[in-house]
């Protein structure tokens, strides 16, 4: 019912930037929370960043003042823009979404998932 499609990621220095994004498609009546999460090799999957419907956003204490999250509610895109990338950075960004279907049914959708590494 929902399709997710991300973007961007790829292979960076250290002290780079990239970013990734995330557009869904679908029977989706509304959107709430839009976010990114990580999982590095042998790690849990873990929180980057989360925005609202509001625009009111959450991140990981790791990437605080270096990442930024928005979200285009009306294209239903999600981005993460990721500065000052550090070699820990280096993960499978996943994009979640949360919210309604048009026959009202609970939407929390992942992403297949976008490769970031980061090199020294």
């Known amino acids: 019912q929902v399709q997710l499609v991300e973007s961007g990621g790829g292979l960076v220095q250290a002290g780079g930037s990239l970013s990734v994004s995330c557009g869904a498609s679908?029977?989706?009546?509304?959107?709430?929370?839009m976010g990114w999460y990580r999982q590095a090799p042998g790690k849990q999957r873990e929180l980057v960043a989360t925005i609202t419907i509001g625009g009111s956003t959450t991140y990981g204490d790791s990437v605080k003042g270096r990442f930024t999250i928005s979200r285009d509610s009306a294209k239903k895109t999600v981005a993460l823009q990721m500065n000052s990338l550090k070699l820990e950075d280096t993960a499978v960004y996943y994009c979640?979404?949360?919210?309604?279907?048009?026959?009202?049914?609970?939407?929390?959708?992942w992403g297949q998932g976008t490769q970031v590494t980061v090199s020294s």
């Open positions: 979640n979404i949360k919210g309604r279907s048009t026959d009202w049914r609970i939407i929390d959708s």
């Open positions: 679908g029977s989706i009546l509304m959107l709430n929370d």
